[in-house]
């Protein structure tokens, strides 16, 4: 960012970043410290105060956006473990890592649910 802005437009992004993070934290606050949080977290929130249309439709882009991170996290964590000293004398497929990541977590996901 500096390479390209220079060091004061830098500066400026970053303290535009840091209030606009600050105001949400200090809003999302402010609504939590009214309402009970039940089951559902930030769908629940969001629905609560935004009314059932809009916490509906941000709630099932909150859904894929978690189903997607999901994935993209058990593929980066089954690439990062075949990288290490512990596998890199054997050949494990990332795939095959990734796959049983996502199996375990949702045994937990199953688990909890019931």
Not at 38 to 63: H, N, Q, W
Not at 98 to 110: G, H, K, M, R, T
Request: hydrophobic residues 60%.
């Amino acid at each position: 960012m500096v390479g390209s802005a220079g060091l004061a437009r830098a500066l400026i992004m970053i303290g535009i970043a840091n209030l606009i993070s600050l105001l949400t934290s200090v809003s999302l606050s402010a609504i939590a410290t009214n309402l009970k949080v039940k089951g559902g977290g930030d769908y629940y929130l969001i629905s609560r105060t935004l009314g059932l249309e809009f916490g509906g439709a941000i709630g099932i882009v909150l859904f894929l956006a978690q189903a997607v991170s999901i994935a993209f996290y058990c593929i980066g964590f089954g690439e990062a473990l075949v990288a290490s000293p512990l596998l890199s004398a054997q050949t494990v497929s990332p795939r095959l890592i990734a796959a049983s990541a996502v199996a375990f977590l949702f045994i937990f996901a199953w688990k909890g649910a019931v």
